[in-house]
């Protein structure tokens, strides 16, 4: 506690009020109501697994006529009327794929959120892969490099390499085990 | 580590600023619409007037499928476009009452006019689903054989009349003559 | 070596989302079509990617800075990953009676940091002659990293379990009608207009219950504010620690019955709590000594650079 010089050079004068605002906005930011557009759908369903069916795929399809909402979010005409599709599918016995492919045949491929794998998104799904492994192989190097590995013994011409040996058969002899190494 | 890579930041960075400049002037909210070159989907409804139709109802010749609504403010900045073409009987022109109420439609048909052949009668919207409506007003271009050519979302105004459609409809007319 | 990991984790995790979120742009560009990317692609890669992350977490603190030995960190960290797979297998199995891989990975991968700093802080403490002066020997730094690290398991638990745990039921209710959710009964009461400074509306009552006891009350409420007539539903929200219930007010349909929907999300305050512990952690380890040395040290220079010098005294060289 050699270095202590007290009052910090104003440091805690600094960081209080910082502080205390931050914990303010955190605790007001909890306790904020929330508002929201939601539309309430009263769909029925017979088995639990229909409903989680439908709750995964109005999350993960798109609304086509919002910006940016899935069919679960957006109030929009369209997304209700593809909700009761949806809903309409499941009950007919439809698969996911069946009303996926439904989706497609009408609204193309902006309606998943999920991208379809296909040629064009191989390096989107991918992608994250590919820098893991280009990150990887970085992280190697360095390791490498920290170890030593690759390193190149150093050159030395034939005089000094002579030199060298005369050395350390004085050493081997003048010290047996004694080794540092 | 040489000095030419310290640039690639650089680089990398203009790269970048050049693909978002050019993504700002691409961002439409313009879905593609997935029928094109298909036929049209099948129907078989009444249309406003009580009228059953289905598929074979359509013309034969080259036509406008318009998506409107009675509460769509744009349709009706469109409509005179429609009169005007329905008037001068350039091309048919068919309506699909999308999302609407029956009696609101034929009361804003009253009042403005009614440049369709027949408007089909779509208050669920479910035939709109089937088409790939997102949001009225829409306008398709149909051939003779029901195949949808082209389709333009929101006002049909002389402009893109002018300018769109006349000369597709030029072409899809040339094209089945010479067959 | 080993704490470089974490740095691959985050600068890929970053890319990634970059990449997510840009590549609509350059899709559409070069093919004229348009494609969506969402949550469900962020999630398939931020996820794993975490996971990574949050094992890495449990070994940087242990491990010595330069060199670490895997046999070294196998002997400390063996019984704590053994510990960690037991408690995320029996906990989620001795609460819900069922078996979920998620919950049993986000249990295990949180219980791997919290071990891992108990042991961590063991090894520490190990050493010195009373708790209490290992614990005053610890630097800011080191409190500031556990509580960090404390509020990443923190969070990793309430995002995930939320996820898996919450449900939620869109119901048509008459006052009177109850329904059941997530251990919850909630009763419909009933719907009153109310009017506040700039809008209109209807308030419900719902009563909440456990088993026979009454839990509180909620009121949703649906407005219309008169200036710009924009409808908006008001959510009634009972934050608890361990589950928030909310319910969200749809439209009255025939004779006063309502359309709403229920909610009960277990964990998610969880995710804030996560949060906000990082946050205290990053605040308390700054305010650890040796980011200050360097300040003192200037300090001290410009305090000695303005000292006028003594002239020295007769005699003396």
Not at chain 1, 92 to 104: L, P
Not at chain 3, 213 to 232: I, M, N, Q, V
Request: aromatic share 10%; hydrophobic share 45%.
């Amino acid at each position: 506690m050699s270095n202590d010089t007290g009052n910090g050079n104003g440091w805690e004068k600094r960081a209080k009020p910082v502080l205390i605002v931050f914990m303010l906005l955190a605790i007001v930011s909890v306790l904020m109501p929330a508002t929201s557009l939601a539309q309430v759908d009263t769909f029925e369903f017979e088995t639990p697994e229909q409903q989680q069916r439908f709750r995964a795929l109005s999350d993960e399809l798109r609304c086509p006529m919002c910006q940016n909402t899935s069919l679960s979010g957006s109030t929009g005409g369209v997304a209700e009327d593809l909700r009761r599709e949806v809903h309409r599918m499941i009950m007919e016995g439809m698969s996911d794929e069946q009303i996926e492919q439904f989706m497609y045949e009408r609204y193309g491929d902006f309606i998943f959120y999920k991208p379809r794998l296909k040629p064009e998104t191989l390096l989107l799904w991918f992608g994250p892969l590919l820098f893991f492994l280009i990150g990887a192989f970085v992280l190697v190097g360095i390791w490498r490099k920290a170890k030593g590995i690759d390193a190149q013994p150093v050159q030395v011409d034939t005089e000094t390499q002579t030199r060298i040996d005369a050395l350390i058969a004085e050493q081997g002899k003048a010290g047996a085990g004694n080794t540092h190494r | 580590m040489n000095r030419s890579l310290a640039f690639l930041p650089v680089v990398a960075f203009l790269v970048l600023a050049v693909v978002m400049w050019r993504g700002l002037y691409l961002d439409s909210k313009e879905l593609p619409s997935m029928l094109i070159d298909k036929p049209m989907p099948a129907f078989d409804k009444l249309t406003v007037d009580g009228q059953a139709v289905d598929n074979d109802s359509l013309p034969t010749e080259p036509f406008l499928l318009n998506v409107w609504g009675s509460y769509c403010l744009p349709c009706l900045i469109e409509h005179p476009t429609f009169m005007r073409l329905s008037e001068s009987a350039e091309i048919p022109i068919v309506g699909v009452n999308y999302r609407d109420q029956k009696a609101l439609a034929l009361d804003w048909l009253e009042e403005n006019g009614n440049p369709y052949a027949f408007s089909i009668l779509d208050e669920p919207g479910r035939f709109g689903i089937d088409l790939g409506v997102y949001g009225a007003p829409e306008t398709y271009l149909v051939d003779s054989k029901g195949v949808i050519r082209y389709r333009h979302v929101s006002v049909l105004d002389e402009t893109v009349w002018r300018e769109v459609f006349e000369p597709a409809i030029a072409e899809l007319r040339a094209q089945e003559a010479a067959q | 070596m080993l704490l470089l990991v974490n740095n691959l984790v985050l600068v890929v995790s970053a890319a990634s989302v970059f990449l997510g979120t840009l590549f609509p742009m350059v899709y559409q560009a070069l093919t004229d079509d348009l494609i969506s990317i969402g949550p469900p692609y962020f999630n398939a890669i931020f996820v794993p990617l975490m996971a990574l992350l949050v094992l890495v977490l449990g070994v940087g603190p242990i491990s010595r800075w330069k060199k670490t030995s895997g046999r070294y960190l196998t002997t400390q960290l063996l019984w704590v990953g053994a510990l960690s797979l037991v408690l995320g297998i029996a906990l989620p199995l001795a609460v819900t009676l069922e078996f979920g891989f998620g919950p049993t990975l986000t249990v295990a991968l949180a219980s791997w940091i919290v071990l891992s700093s108990i042991k961590d802080a063991k090894n520490k403490l190990g050493n010195k002659k009373t708790l209490m002066a290992g614990l005053r020997a610890l630097p800011l730094s080191y409190y500031g990293m556990q509580l960090a690290h404390l509020g990443v398991a923190t969070m990793v638990v309430g995002a995930a379990l939320t996820s898996v745990y919450s449900t939620e039921k869109s119901v048509l209710l008459g006052p009177g009608e109850r329904m059941d959710l997530g251990g919850y009964e909630f009763e419909f009461i009933g719907a009153k207009p109310i009017t506040g400074p700039n809008f209109r509306g209807m308030e419900a009552t719902l009563e909440v219950y456990r088993g026979d006891e009454l839990l509180r009350e909620l009121h949703p409420e649906r407005r219309l504010y008169l200036a710009s007539g924009t409808p908006s539903t008001e959510m009634a929200i009972d934050a608890g620690f361990w589950r928030d219930l909310f319910v969200t007010l749809g439209e009255e349909k025939g004779a006063s019955a309502w359309s709403m929907t229920i909610y009960v999300k277990p964990f998610v305050r969880w995710v804030w709590l996560g949060a906000i512990f990082m946050c205290l952690g990053g605040i308390v380890a700054a305010g650890d000594k040796r980011y200050r040395r360097a300040l003192d040290k200037q300090a001290a220079q410009k305090r000695t650079a303005s000292i006028e010098p003594l002239e020295p005294a007769e005699g003396v060289s």
